[in-house]
C-alpha cells in the first residue's frame, strides 16, 4: 500500500550489504501476515496495568487482590468484554517505517555477534530468532538499542554457560525486578508491548514468555517460544521459551526461570512458534478440515526434539459416510471433559496415520467436521516404545473396581499437605493450653483423608491440632471422636470451635465447615492452632482423629454420589450410581479391557480417565 516507499528504502539501504541484504529479504518475504491488535478498547484496559503498577509501587509481586477483580468487573460492566472480535487489527507491512527496520537490523546484527560461542550461531538461526521485531501480536515497539545497552552485561557475565546465563537473567528479572505471572491476566487475550510489561511487571504465562523472547533476541539470544496445546494426562496446555544452542540441540526453560524446564505432565504435539511462514508440510489440510489451531503456517513441529516419537496407524473401526468424504482426521486426547483433537492425520484405504506422535499417552481417532469429533476408533495406548494397546469393553470377562480417587494427585498438591507434617494432636483441660497431653504426631504426608487411632485412659475438654511454628499448616478438615464412657460406642465430638491466629481469610473455623475444598492456613514461624471445646460437661476420652490436608478434594468423599462410566463402541456408558460410605468405593462386575471415568455427582469438577491394572487405578 502507501507505505511501500518505506520498504523498498530498507532495501534500497542494504543493497551493498550481502547479509544485511538477505536478512531484510527474509524480513519483507514474511511481514505480510504480522500484525498488532490495537483499538480504544485495549486502551480502556490499560486502566487495570496501571493498578499492577501501584501494586508494585507497594511492593506487592504476587497474587491478584481483590483490586484487581474489581478492576476487570468494571472495565467489563463498563466498556464490555475484552475479546480478540472486538479488537482492530494493524498490519506491519502498511506502518512500519525505514527508519524502524534499519534500527532493528543493525543492533541485531551487533547483538549476534557479540553472543557467546555456545548458542546457535548460524544465519538461518539468526533470522528466524534474533532478527525478528516480534513475537506475538503484540505492539510494536523501538526497544532493541535500549535494551541491549541495559542488559548486554548478563550475556557477556555468562561467555560459558548457558545455565549460568539463564541464571543471571533470572536474578535480573524475577527477583529484581518482580516480574511474576498473574492469573487476571489469562483473561487478557494479546500479549503485551514492552512499554505495558514494563507497567504492570505482570503477564500470563504467554505474555511473560513473549518479554523474556524480546528481551533475550536483543542481546543477540536466539530465543523463541515452544508449546503444547494440551498435556496427555490433564487438561489445558503449557508454553515455554527455548534458546537454540550450538550443535542443533535446545535448552528449554520457563520466562525468565534459571533451570532447564522439566514436563511434570505428559507433552502430546509440541510446536515452535517461527517467524517465517512456510511450516505446513505440502499435504497439509486447509481450513475447516481440520480444527484452524492445527494449520498455523508460523508454526513448526518439533515433538521429536523433546523425545521418542513414532508414526502411527489405526484402523478406522467405527466407519461412516466421512470415512469416504474427508481426505484428514484427527488425533485427539481426553482433556478431563471431552476428546480434544492435538493432530492431524490422513486418511487411506479405512486407516488414520499420523506422524510424530509422543508414547505413554492415551489417544483416540477421529474424524472431523463442523467443529464436531466422531469417534473413529476405540481409546488406544500408545506405549513409550511405539506399541499399541487397543481398548475394547469386554462384557464376558467383568472385573470389580475399587477406587479411591476420581482424579490423579499430582505433586502440586502433595507440596501442599507437606504443610502438615510434624503438627501435633493435643489435648487438655486448661483454657490456656497449658499442660497439654500429646495424643499422636503427623509423621507421614497426609496425602488425603487420614484416620489415627488414639489410645489414653484420661478425659479431657479441649482437643486440638497443634500446627508445626515453622509450617503453614493448610487443614482443610478434622473430626475428633471419642467416648464420654468407655463402655460406649464412639461417636464424633462436638463443640465450640477455637484457634489462633485470627486470619480474614482462611480461617481456623475452616477445617469444621465440613467443607474439603476450603482450609486453614497460617503464616510461617508464627503459632497456630484449631480446635473445639467440648463444654464443662463434656470432657471425653480422646480414641480417633481423621484429617485431611488442604488438597483438590478428589479422593472419595462419604456421603457424595458417585457414577461410574466405560467406554463401549464409541461413547461413554453409565454402570452404576452410588452413594459412597467410606474413603474408597467399589463397583462390582464391570466390562474389562477399556478405559473408565468416575463422576462426583454431588461436588466438584475435576475428573480424569483410568484404567484399572493390577488392582490399581492408572490415569491416562
Known amino acids: 500500500g502507501k507505505n511501500k516507499k518505506e520498504l523498498l528504502k530498507v532495501i534500497e539501504h542494504y543493497k551493498n550489504e550481502p547479509n544485511k541484504k538477505a536478512a531484510t529479504n527474509f524480513l519483507?518475504?514474511?511481514?505480510?501476515?504480522?500484525?498488532?491488535?490495537?483499538?480504544?478498547?485495549?486502551?480502556?484496559?490499560?486502566?487495570?496495568?496501571?493498578?499492577?503498577?501501584?501494586?508494585?509501587?507497594?511492593?506487592?509481586?504476587?497474587?491478584?487482590?481483590?483490586?484487581?477483580?474489581e478492576t476487570w468487573d468494571l472495565l467489563t460492566t463498563q466498556y464490555g468484554p475484552l475479546l480478540i472480535n472486538r479488537l482492530d487489527t494493524t498490519y506491519d507491512c502498511r506502518i512500519l517505517t525505514s527508519d524502524f527496520l534499519i534500527n532493528n537490523i543493525d543492533i541485531a546484527f551487533t547483538s549476534w555477534k557479540q553472543a557467546p560461542g555456545y548458542i546457535a550461531n548460524d544465519f538461518e538461526s539468526f533470522c528466524e530468532f534474533i532478527l525478528p521485531y516480534r513475537i506475538?501480536?503484540?505492539?510494536?515497539?523501538?526497544?532493541?538499542?535500549?535494551?541491549?545497552?541495559?542488559?548486554?552485561?548478563?550475556?557477556?557475565?555468562?561467555?560459558?554457560?548457558?545455565?549460568?546465563?539463564?541464571?543471571?537473567?533470572?536474578s535480573e528479572f524475577s527477583w529484581?525486578?518482580?516480574?511474576?505471572?498473574?492469573?487476571?491476566?489469562?483473561?487478557?487475550?494479546?500479549?503485551?508491548p514492552i512499554s505495558k510489561m514494563e507497567l504492570c511487571h505482570r503477564g500470563s504465562c504467554r505474555q511473560l514468555c513473549v518479554y523474556c523472547a524480546l528481551v533475550m533476541r536483543a542481546c543477540g539470544l536466539p530465543v523463541t517460544i515452544d508449546r503444547v496445546n494440551c498435556w496427555g494426562n490433564r487438561s489445558q496446555g503449557h508454553e515455554w521459551n527455548v534458546l537454540l544452542l550450538k550443535g542443533d540441540s535446545i535448552l528449554p526453560f520457563d520466562p525468565f526461570s534459571k533451570e532447564r524446564m522439566q514436563f511434570v505432565y505428559k507433552p502430546t504435539k509440541i510446536f515452535r512458534s517461527m517467524f517465517s511462514n512456510n511450516h505446513l508440510p505440502s499435504?497439509?489440510?486447509?481450513?475447516?478440515?481440520?480444527?484452524?489451531?492445527?494449520?498455523?503456517?508460523?508454526?513448526t513441529d518439533v515433538t521429536d526434539q523433546y523425545g521418542p516419537t513414532h508414526d502411527i496407524t489405526i484402523n478406522c473401526i467405527y466407519p461412516d459416510y466421512r470415512l469416504k468424504q474427508n481426505k484428514y482426521s484427527v488425533i485427539c486426547i481426553f482433556d478431563n471433559k471431552d476428546w480434544i483433537p492435538v493432530y492431524w492425520g490422513t486418511?487411506?484405504?479405512?486407516?488414520?496415520?499420523?506422524?510424530?506422535?509422543?508414547?505413554?499417552?492415551?489417544?483416540?481417532?477421529?474424524?472431523?467436521?463442523?467443529?464436531?469429533?466422531?469417534p473413529a476408533s476405540d481409546p488406544f495406548i500408545l506405549e513409550k516404545d511405539g506399541t499399541i494397546r487397543l481398548f475394547k469393553a469386554n462384557n464376558q470377562k467383568p472385573i470389580t473396581l475399587k477406587l479411591k480417587r476420581k482424579f490423579p494427585r499430582f505433586k502440586r498438591m502433595e507440596q501442599l499437605s507437606y504443610q502438615m507434617l510434624t503438627s501435633s494432636v493435643r489435648a487438655c483441660n486448661r483454657s490456656d493450653l497449658k499442660e497439654s497431653t500429646p495424643l499422636?504426631?503427623?509423621?507421614?504426608?497426609?496425602?488425603?483423608?487420614?484416620?489415627?487411632?488414639?489410645?489414653?485412659?484420661?478425659?479431657?475438654?479441649?482437643?486440638?491440632?497443634?500446627?508445626?511454628?515453622?509450617?503453614?499448616?493448610?487443614?482443610a478438615e478434622v473430626e475428633f471422636y471419642g467416648k464420654k464412657n468407655l463402655t460406649e460406642p464412639e461417636q464424633k465430638l462436638k463443640g465450640k470451635v477455637f484457634g489462633l491466629p485470627e486470619t480474614q481469610t482462611n480461617t481456623y473455623s475452616m477445617p469444621m465447615d465440613g467443607d474439603y475444598n476450603t482450609y486453614f492456613s497460617k503464616p510461617k514461624n508464627t503459632r497456630g492452632y484449631v480446635g473445639i471445646d467440648l463444654g464443662p460437661n463434656g470432657h471425653s476420652y480422646i480414641t480417633r482423629v481423621?484429617?485431611?490436608?488442604?488438597?483438590?478434594?478428589?479422593?472419595?468423599?462419604?456421603?457424595?454420589?458417585?457414577?461410574?462410566?466405560?467406554?463401549?463402541?464409541?461413547?461413554?456408558?453409565?454402570?452404576?450410581k452410588q452413594i459412597a460410605k467410606d474413603l474408597t468405593i467399589t463397583f462390582k462386575d464391570v466390562p474389562s479391557?477399556?478405559?473408565?471415568?468416575?463422576?462426583?455427582?454431588?461436588?466438584?469438577?475435576?475428573?480424569r480417565i483410568f484404567t484399572y491394572e493390577n488392582e490399581e487405578q492408572v490415569w491416562w
Open 28 to 69: 519483507l518475504n514474511n511481514m505480510g501476515n504480522k500484525f498488532a491488535y490495537t483499538g480504544e478498547l485495549l486502551e480502556h484496559y490499560d486502566l487495570l496495568l496501571h493498578v499492577f503498577d501501584s501494586l508494585y509501587k507497594h511492593k506487592v509481586y504476587t497474587g491478584d487482590p481483590n483490586v484487581i477483580k
Open 176 to 192: 529484581n525486578q518482580k516480574y511474576k505471572t498473574s492469573a487476571k491476566m489469562w483473561d487478557y487475550p494479546v500479549a503485551l
Open 440 to 475: 499422636f504426631k503427623i509423621t507421614k504426608n497426609p496425602y488425603d483423608i487420614s484416620d489415627s487411632i488414639i489410645s489414653i485412659n484420661q478425659k479431657f475438654r479441649y482437643v486440638y491440632i497443634d500446627i508445626a511454628t515453622y509450617r503453614t499448616g493448610n487443614i
Open 283 to 299: 499435504n497439509a489440510p486447509k481450513a475447516g478440515e481440520v480444527p484452524s489451531y492445527m494449520i498455523n503456517p508460523n508454526e
Open 546 to 576: 481423621r484429617f485431611a490436608p488442604r488438597s483438590d478434594s478428589n479422593f472419595i468423599l462419604p456421603n457424595n454420589m458417585y457414577e461410574l462410566c466405560y467406554w463401549d463402541k464409541g461413547k461413554w456408558i453409565s454402570k452404576e
Open 136 to 170: 506475538s501480536n503484540e505492539t510494536i515497539e523501538l526497544y532493541r538499542k535500549d535494551y541491549f545497552d541495559k542488559y548486554h552485561f548478563l550475556v557477556d557475565s555468562a561467555k560459558d554457560n548457558a545455565l549460568d546465563l539463564l541464571s543471571r537473567f533470572n
Open 593 to 607: 479391557n477399556t478405559c473408565y471415568i468416575l463422576h462426583n455427582l454431588s461436588n466438584g469438577k475435576e475428573e
Open 347 to 374: 486418511i487411506q484405504k479405512n486407516q488414520m496415520t499420523f506422524k510424530k506422535m509422543m508414547g505413554d499417552v492415551c489417544y483416540m481417532a477421529a474424524y472431523y467436521e463442523d467443529g464436531e469429533i466422531f
